[in-house]
């Protein structure tokens, strides 16, 4: 099959597409002709060597943590999908990547419903899967208030949404420009920075429930000092979480992933209330332009590369 891959870290130029193994799906898996592939910080922080933990990489790498597309394997034991289906979904964590290549293998997904894209669907699994985890770590439903710190992002726009669908209120940091995007979404916009918690005071007369920290920018002391309590407070990108007495959840914290979000967010699309801003689109070839465009900071919404 042919990939996206490098067989040593760097700039990214490193990138190149080339033959590879195929991977077959085993026990619990599927396997699918991937059409999309989402790109995340993780794919360049890995790439350039800045991912800050020990990632053992088998050479060459493929990138890619999540995809869509047609089924064309169904390993042992799986139920409920069958050879030619669409569907959308996530790769084993473990192996750091894997999804940006003809063929992909799958350890969770869901149907994907006509009214994403395949880029859509692509772009969606992820961070889907990420926000559904951080949701539920805290406790959020009916009636909370949540603050994103760094909303804008694949993250961001994925949590403001399934945590609007739950019920609860949703403030979301972002620079200005990016405002009129949160409200489209579901959010209450604010921007990050000094005075936040002044800002969100006014906006939020009663408590702030939890807080997800999508940024990972050292604001925490401030969001602790927001949420009341360190134990309200979850992020998904600050490595020095615990100095705060905060909870840092990722692919390796031990947490449950939050596999269920996929077919939470295919049921969501398909009436209507859930959508996957795309930032840009990009094809396989042009990964490098696609890993620059997510090392500068401020994507809208998700990259996603096209796999011809
Ligand atoms: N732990 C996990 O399981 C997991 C999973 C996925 C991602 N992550 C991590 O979570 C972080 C976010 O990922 P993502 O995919 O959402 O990233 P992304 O799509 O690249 O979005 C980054 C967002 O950060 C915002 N931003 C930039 N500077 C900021 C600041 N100082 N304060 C607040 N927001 C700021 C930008 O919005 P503006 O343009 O408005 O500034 C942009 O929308 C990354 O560090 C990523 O590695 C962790």
């Not at 099959?1 to 033959?19: D, I, K, N």
């Not at 689109?281 to 990259?303: N, Q």
Request: net charge negative.
């Amino acid at each position: 099959m042919f990939a996206l891959q490098y067989s040593e870290q760097g700039p990214p130029e490193v990138l190149t597409v080339g033959e590879a193994d195929e991977p077959h799906a085993g026990p619990g898996e599927i396997r699918i002709a991937v059409r999309a592939v989402g790109v995340t910080p993780a794919d360049w922080k890995l790439r350039s060597g800045g991912l800050p933990v020990e990632a053992r990489l088998d050479w060459p790498h493929i990138p890619g943590f999540d995809a869509s597309g047609v089924v064309d394997e169904v390993g042992e034991g799986v139920d409920g999908v069958a050879v030619g289906d669409a569907v959308f979904g996530v790769v084993d964590t473990g192996a750091f990547g894997g999804a940006a290549a003809e063929f992909a293998v799958l350890v969770a997904w869901a149907a994907k419903p006509d009214a994403l894209s395949w880029e859509e669907a692509a772009g969606a699994a992820g961070n889907v899967e990420t926000a559904t985890r951080a949701l539920r770590l805290l406790d959020i439903g009916e009636g909370k208030t949540l603050l994103i710190e760094g909303a804008a992002g694949g993250v961001g726009t994925m949590a403001i949404q399934l945590a609007a669908a739950r019920g609860a209120t949703v403030i979301g940091t972002a620079r200005v420009a990016n405002h009129a995007f949160l409200a489209g979404l579901g959010a209450t916009p604010t921007t990050y920075g000094p005075g936040l918690g002044e800002r969100v005071a006014a906006l939020a007369p009663g408590r702030v429930h939890a807080v997800l920290d999508a940024a990972g920018s050292g604001s925490l002391p401030d969001l602790v000092a927001l949420a009341g309590d360190p134990q309200r407070v979850v992020s998904v990108a600050d490595i020095g979480a615990h100095e705060h007495g905060v909870h840092l959840t990722w692919m390796r914290s031990g947490d449950a992933p939050g596999h269920e979000g996929l077919a939470v967010a295919a049921r969501l699309a398909a009436e209507g209330r859930f959508r996957v801003p795309l930032h840009e689109v990009f094809p396989l070839a042009d990964a490098a332009k696609a890993h620059e465009l997510s090392a500068a900071g401020h994507v809208r919404g998700k990259i996603v590369l096209t796999v011809p």
